[in-house]
């Protein structure tokens, strides 16, 4: 996963991993984490959110594009890459969640991307750092 762009958030919350993983792997959920406008597009192949579930973002006056879950492992994990109608390149994103010893779950969640515009790569990453900063807190599993 080669890209030259990444955004990295680490999140703590007070829930533990499969609450957390059902939150996160919920598309219709990360409308407020993303500050997108989100709709279910197709459900997995074997699970409702598992691997091959792809959801359309709209972020504000730009065409909306589709994101697919490539891969989806229980309470650990969820992986996804945008499929379709996006100008960024090679965009794809992790979600990994570990439990806590006193409880809780910590969120790590790194997306890389490039832009073939120059220099917008680092814009998009900075708009993409402080929206899903500000964001995942509103994700209250």
Same mark, same amino acid.
């Not at 996804?80 to 090679?90: A, D, F, M, N, R």
């Not at 409880?103 to 120059?118: A, E, M």
């Given at each position: 996963?080669?890209?030259?762009?990444?955004?990295?958030?680490?999140?703590?919350?007070?829930?533990?991993?499969?609450?957390?993983?059902?939150?996160?792997?919920?598309?219709?959920?990360?409308?407020?984490?993303?500050?997108?406008?989100?709709?279910?597009?197709?459900?997995? #192949?074997?699970?409702?959110? $598992? =691997?091959?579930?792809?959801?359309?973002?709209?972020?504000?006056?730009?065409? @909306?594009?589709?994101?697919?879950?490539?891969?989806?492992?229980?309470?650990?994990?969820?992986?996804?890459?945008?499929?379709?109608?996006?100008?960024?390149?090679?965009?794809?994103?992790r979600q990994i969640l570990t439990p806590l010893p006193g409880g809780g779950t910590?969120?790590?969640?790194?997306?890389?991307? #490039?832009?073939?515009?120059? $220099? =917008?790569?680092?814009?998009?990453?900075?708009?993409?750092?402080?929206?899903? @900063?500000?964001?995942?807190?509103?994700?209250?599993?």
């Amino acid at each position: 996963m080669a890209t030259p762009q990444r955004v990295h958030v680490v999140h703590t919350f007070a829930s533990d991993p499969a609450t957390v993983f059902a939150k996160l792997s919920e598309h219709e959920n990360l409308g407020p984490v993303l500050g997108a406008k989100i709709r279910r597009v197709r459900d997995g #192949d074997t699970t409702r959110n $598992g =691997a091959g579930s792809t959801r359309s973002v709209k972020v504000g006056p730009l065409p @909306a594009f589709h994101e697919t879950t490539t891969l989806a492992e229980p309470d650990s994990l969820i992986e996804y890459e945008i499929t379709q109608g996006s100008p960024l390149k090679g965009h794809w994103g992790r979600q990994i969640l570990t439990p806590l010893p006193g409880g809780g779950t910590q969120l790590d969640y790194t997306i890389g991307f #490039d832009v073939p515009v120059p $220099g =917008a790569a680092a814009l998009v990453g900075a708009v993409l750092q402080k929206n899903i @900063a500000k964001g995942i807190g509103k994700l209250t599993p």
